[in-house]
């Protein structure tokens, strides 16, 4: 069993800081918790490494008129739930995605609004996949809380295929203008 590296006191306050504002100075850190920025950087450094730590920006999917989708899906093995894991962490729509117990596996789903959403869950979702036996669809509004998302801006947009596999250009949807497309290939024209 790995061991566990618990947060000190002055980690706790560092976290804290970026956590309510990633743009915060390792000088007012510093001020904080009564040590110079260079001891800041060096235990951020060090946070980091460890992989405790990922300073990130997140998306208000409220402001984009965005919403969530949850999806629950009950998969054959566990070799077949590993290789969805693998295919569908490349989603740029996927905003979470994780095991449960007997083989199932959630995720949460980010549409910039209904019509594109409804597309996503029922052309290219964990739900259409091989080795899916069951799955359970609950649709919402953009969270409460948290209100930014790691939402997945793609820059680079010169694929013909999905990272699920599916193609936007053969979708019906998506041709009729029901559906932005996805985010990480070309045919993409939404606002992310």
Known sequence: MKDVRLFDEIDKVIVSELQKDARISLVSIGKKVGISH????????NLLRDDL???SAGIN????????????????????LRELIELFQHCP???FLFSLSASNLMAAFFGENLSTLESTIGACSL??????????????EAPAYPKFLP???QTKRDEETAPCGI???S???FESKKCFGCPATKFYNGPL
């Open 167 to 169: 193609s936007c250009a």
């Open 93 to 95: 729509r996927v905003i």
């Open 38 to 45: 260079v001891a800041v950087r060096k235990r951020l450094d």
């Open 151 to 153: 939402l997945r801006v």
């Open 53 to 55: 730590l990922k300073v």
């Open 61 to 80: 999917a409220e402001a984009l008129g965005g919403r969530i989708a949850v999806i629950t899906v009950e998969v054959e093995n566990y070799s077949r």
């Open 171 to 173: 979708c019906e949807r």
């Open 127 to 140: 739900r259409v996949h091989k080795g899916v036996r069951r799955s359970d669809v609950q649709i919402g």
